[in-house]
């Protein structure tokens, strides 16, 4: 079975950094394509950054270009999202996902609609 668990957040002060964590059980992080999501109160989920399976492409939304690394770690099957220069409007609930069909193509995925699979979530508050 096909799971994903989002960790690593939690209160951070602004300019501050951290890290989230999606551990991937049911299949290899090496084979799919993945993407961090976020959800802020009241707004829509919205597209963060994704990596490809290969590890060699990766996106990102222009408001965390510059401030946030998305990163492979295939001994662990495990994806990272490094968040650095913390703002208040980066507080949301951070999800990472899968698509079903971003197996073995090296492609970036963009669009919410493509992703198949989700995790739970883990909340990020930046406040000071």
């Known amino acids: 079975e096909v799971q994903l668990q989002a960790s690593g957040g939690g209160l951070v002060q602004p300019g501050g950094s951290l890290t989230l964590s999606c551990a991937a059980s049911?299949?290899?992080?090496?084979?799919?394509?993945i993407g961090w999501f976020r959800q802020a109160p009241g707004q829509e989920r919205e597209i963060v950054s994704c990596?490809?399976?290969?590890?060699?492409?990766?996106y990102y939304d222009d408001s965390v270009k510059g401030r946030f690394t998305v990163s492979k770690d295939n001994a662990k099957n495990t994806v990272y999202l490094l968040m650095n220069s913390l703002k208040h409007e980066d507080t949301a609930l951070y999800y990472c996902?899968?698509?079903?069909?971003?197996?073995?193509?090296?492609?970036?995925?963009?669009?919410?609609?493509?992703?198949?699979?989700w995790g739970q979530g883990t909340l990020v508050t930046v406040s000071s």
């Open positions: 996902a899968t698509a079903k069909s971003g197996r073995n193509d090296g492609r970036i995925y963009d669009e919410e609609h493509q992703y198949d699979w």
């Open positions: 049911g299949f290899i992080v090496e084979e799919y394509v």
């Open positions: 990596i490809s399976a290969n590890g060699r492409s990766t």
